[in-house]
């Protein structure tokens, strides 16, 4: 069996559509796009490097005047701002925890607190769920 059968009609149709293609000649465009695709790769990854670095320094070093009072904008910006995102997209009612019992560490609204006095979340963003994901996944 020839590579061509295990790629699917649908993946190599794009190559006769878009680039117009013969039939004979589809492997190759496939092929060819797949070496451009791996030359490009270390470009990406560095312009990908280069502007997330740029991104941070901005935030710390020039910080947006929205921010003050709102979010970091310190070396802890990236989980701050989701956080604060997700207060101002979530009704509070759906975001935080609520207090059961009068015994329970709450605020004067009636919501859940830890330790530390912040708010314990009853519902994260996506935003949120991402930058645990990644911090799980470079501890790891």
């Not at 000649?25 to 502007?51: D, F, I, R, S």
């Not at 901005?58 to 989701?82: H, R, Y």
Request: aromatic share 8%; glycine share 4%; with cysteine.
């Amino acid at each position: 069996m020839t590579a061509q059968h295990y790629i699917t009609t649908a993946r190599l149709d794009i190559y006769r559509k878009h680039l117009k293609v013969k039939p004979a000649q589809v492997m190759a465009a496939y092929h060819w796009n797949k070496a451009l695709a791996g030359a490009l790769l270390p470009a990406m990854q560095c312009l990908e490097v280069t502007l997330r670095n740029a991104i941070n320094t901005a935030i710390q070093s020039f910080p947006p005047a929205g921010a003050k009072g709102l979010w970091d904008t310190n070396s802890n910006w990236v989980t701050s701002l989701p956080k604060y995102m997700g207060d101002n997209r979530v009704k509070p009612s759906e975001r935080y925890k609520r207090a059961r019992n009068r015994k329970d560490l709450q605020d004067a609204a009636g919501y859940l607190l830890d330790k530390w006095g912040n708010r314990l979340l009853a519902r994260t963003l996506i935003e949120e769920n991402l930058v645990d994901q990644a911090k799980s996944q470079i501890s790891k």
